[in-house]
């Protein structure tokens, strides 16, 4: 393909590099010319990435992130373009938190115990695979309530017992009052239409790298731009803001060390399918080599 891409940006924190490699010139100087396509923060109210649409073909979109699990489900059911890179992105895990006073004391307490997600976003498979450390599989329960702060005001107001979280939605529920029970590690993928190339790609890795590198020198001067969803947060749901000090969860949020992704590992993703298909998650007939491109 020619140097000009349309990247998918998803506003969480893990994803900070990509708006630093696009901002400060690092995917220009690599040779891309990359237009970020993001989405109004108050017009979502389900996920970033659409759920209906495709984001290659119906949002000509060349490459977008989303959970590892997640770009697998996407590309075989959607033909949504093909897996070309993962990895955790963040030293950044996701928690899941309850009310205190509850009888949720550890994981195997949330046995048939509904956990709140925001489903078709990848953190279904995400939670249930970290879930399933400490409980059988049948005994994992998952409810959709919308994005973090949808899941957060669901747990304050007791329609769910608790609710997955990554910061810096982790830190206010910490302000909030709730209790974390589990922590485990999050995974991404990087999905790319079927006309991205390894030239491409090794462009996007080296401008990605180089924002990973000036963020890790000086995390502190990056603080603005990774709190910049809880400021949105603030903007759309104000009333779950209204019992904290904004400032005090500004200060006691660190910002996180990151990482460079990696070429996609088909064997790895294999495993994952997997997974996938005995839990039912997928077709049975799903095709590492339809959902993995061949870079």
Known sequence: MGDSIRLFHLPFSFMLPQRVAS???????AGLDVELVERDRAEVDWKYIP?????????????YPICKWESIKRTWDMGDGRIVASGTFADQPYSVYTRPGTDIETPGDLAEVPVGVNMRTGQEYTVRRALEDHLPAAAVDLEHHGMPTDRLAA???????????????????EHLGFEKVLEFENHMGIVGADHVDDATMAAFMEGYERAVAEINDDPESFRDEYLAMLTEDLRVAPDLFAEVDMEAIRASITVPEYETPEFADRAELDDHLDWMKRRGLIDEDADIGAIVAPL
């Open 51 to 63: 759920a209906d649409e495709t984001l290659t073909e119906d949002n000509d979109v060349d490459l």
């Open 23 to 29: 901002e400060r010139g690092y995917f220009a100087e």
């Open 155 to 173: 747990l304050r107001e007791g329609e769910v017992a608790a609710v997955s979280l990554l910061e810096p939605h982790s830190t206010l529920a």
